[in-house]
């Protein structure tokens, strides 16, 4: 296949042709109906073409091949890594993707991801909440169909800019760059990118994660990401009391989105596992065992046990027999069992092991801190079995990564004998320390983990689950001090839409952005010269150029 990623031609899904052959279609498709007057072939083309994807199906098949292909790509070149910022809106996706296309020319290895977090704090009817799983199960695929409609948008919009700057060629008797122009749409490439979407721990038993997963397939989600934890004891990753499940109830739910894919025809999906073994020390539940060596005998071998004999086993006690010996699970008052200390990583391994043999194509290892060899030491170990292995990672804003990175060049340099009597090692985050020796090897290493980690420790996709919640409330600190304070109006002019000028931001022109000049051409279709539109002499947006 003569692969184009993310074009207007791929043949992945059944989508338009050529600007030329979609007129030609449109124009043979009237010829047949009479009775359709003042219907435009170019209209309708142009239409067809800022519409491609007709629904979220159509979105998770491709977006799903594009998945596949990159998993492709890294597995040849590490090098080759994907990234993705977390958006709670689809303006923000739309901005995003915007952005990257504008500085990079290209979306290709762009992703979104979709943070369960930030649905519970941002999107739920109940108001702010933790990331607990308590939020609306319905709001993840809405969210969902929301960000797959802006990118669809700035789809319509960018075309609609080119189809105007045709028209404009044509009227000038331009013909070399009306074909330029043309050969420009033949070759668009769509905003529409995967996205990883976050479910939770399946909101339920096994059946409730099959009709939510479908609801996300539906909406556009070609990758679900789900978790290990218990679905109603589910805490955030980088909280206290995790509590996981035996492998076999996870291993259900895996299965509960591989049939809601198949069921839905999108074969490439992609299920990304994630286990919080690492910090989890909790379990609700003792795992079936039925022989030695079994997984469930493997779960429970990670139990904090004594050992006891009939004649001291209390009443209500539960106990389990192991090498032949009675033991005594440690149960909390809680009614949860409690792991030995020091098997986090052992666990870790275990699950990734057994989720990768068990239908999952991502694995995702929540880490207390961003530390390439702490994740490449348990990577190193998986591809013993599964050699190619990969993983979704969390570049947690959860994380402090100055102080981390700091503290990791200072324990270094002291190991190696250099002198650090000049650094406070309890106070590395102050801003005293930023233009040291220390602060630069640190913050070089903050800018090539995402490289680092991907060729060491097998990373594929690097996401920011929060940062969009964190880029809102510092700019709006910022505007706001600026604004009711002593600037005023200078405040925002000078702080935003001068920025936005001057850095080509497209939201300047906030009209257009929202669809008003796509409204103005379809009137035109519809109404010919009667149509009235809203971009004429008088728009304040003309200011703008």
């Not at 109906?33 to 998770?60: C, H, S, Y």
């Not at 994380?399 to 650090?420: C, H, I, P, S």
């Not at 919640?469 to 505007?479: I, P």
């Not at 906030?510 to 010919?528: L, R």
Request: hydrophobic content about 40%; overall charge negative.
């Amino acid at each position: 296949m003569n692969f184009q990623p993310r074009g207007i031609s791929d043949q992945i899904i059944q989508g338009p042709g050529s600007y030329a052959s979609e007129v030609e279609a449109a124009a043979a498709l009237l010829k047949t109906q009479p009775t359709w007057n003042g219907v435009g072939a170019e209209a309708v083309a142009r239409m067809r073409l800022q519409n491609r994807f007709k629904t979220g199906l159509d979105i998770a098949r491709y977006t799903a091949a594009q998945m596949r292909a990159d998993m492709a790509r890294y597995d040849n070149d590490a090098t080759k890594y994907t990234q993705s910022l977390g958006c709670w809106h689809g303006f923000i996706a739309q901005q995003k993707l915007i952005s990257v296309k504008k500085h990079f020319g290209t979306t290709d290895r762009t992703y979104l991801y979709l943070s369960g977090w930030m649905i519970a704090a941002l999107r739920s009817e109940f108001g702010p909440l933790p990331d607990q799983s308590m939020h609306e199960k319905t709001s993840v695929p809405a969210l969902i169909e929301e960000l797959y409609t802006f990118l669809r948008q700035a789809d319509s919009r960018e075309l609609n800019d080119t189809f105007r700057a045709i028209d404009a060629a044509r009227k000038a008797g331009d013909k070399a760059k009306e074909a330029d122009l043309i050969a420009k749409v033949d070759n668009f490439q769509t905003h529409v990118v995967p996205v990883i979407a976050d479910i939770d721990a399946g909101f339920g038993n096994a059946e409730a994660t099959y009709l939510l997963a479908k609801k996300m397939i539906e909406a556009g989600a070609c990758a679900l990401q789900i978790e290990n934890q218990v679905s109603d004891e589910k805490q955030c990753g980088h909280q206290d009391g995790k509590v996981t499940v035996p492998h076999e109830v996870f291993l259900a739910k895996i299965r509960a989105c591989r049939h809601a894919f198949l069921e839905l025809g999108v074969e490439d999906g992609i299920v990304v596992t994630r286990t919080d073994s690492l910090g989890a020390g909790l379990t609700q539940q003792i795992a079936v065992s039925h022989k030695p060596g079994d997984l469930g005998d493997q779960y429970n071998s990670f139990l904090d046990c004594e050992e006891v004999d009939a004649s001291n086993i209390g009443n209500g006690d539960v106990v389990i027999t192991r090498n032949g010996k009675l033991m005594r699970p440690k149960r909390l008052p809680s009614n949860l069992y409690q792991f030995r200390p020091g098997t986090g990583e052992d666990r870790v391994v275990l699950d990734c092991i057994t989720s990768l043999q068990n239908g999952a194509d991502l694995l995702w290892i929540e880490t207390e801190r961003p530390n390439v060899e702490q994740i490449a030491k348990m990577v190193d170990r998986i591809r013993e079995v599964v050699p190619n292995a990969k993983l979704a990672y969390n570049n947690s804003p959860s994380f402090n990564w100055t102080l981390n990175f700091r503290w990791q060049v200072f324990d270094e340099m002291k190991a190696a004998g250099k002198d650090v009597s000049k650094y406070n090692r309890a106070e590395l985050m102050k801003a005293e320390y930023d233009d040291t020796e220390l602060a630069k090897q640190a913050d070089e290493l903050i800018r090539t983990f995402q490289a680092d980690s991907a060729k060491r420790a097998g990373i594929f996709h690097h996401l920011i689950t929060l940062p969009t919640y964190h880029t809102a409330a510092l700019s709006t600190d910022n505007l706001a001090k600026e604004y009711f304070g002593e600037q005023g109006m200078l405040g925002y002019v000078k702080g935003v839409q001068r920025q936005e000028i001057r850095q080509g931001i497209a939201c300047v022109k906030h009209q257009n952005m929202a669809g008003s000049d796509i409204g103005d051409e379809h009137k035109e279709y519809f109404a010919g010269a009667a149509a009235l539109k809203a971009g004429g002499e008088h728009n304040t947006m003309n200011q703008f150029g």
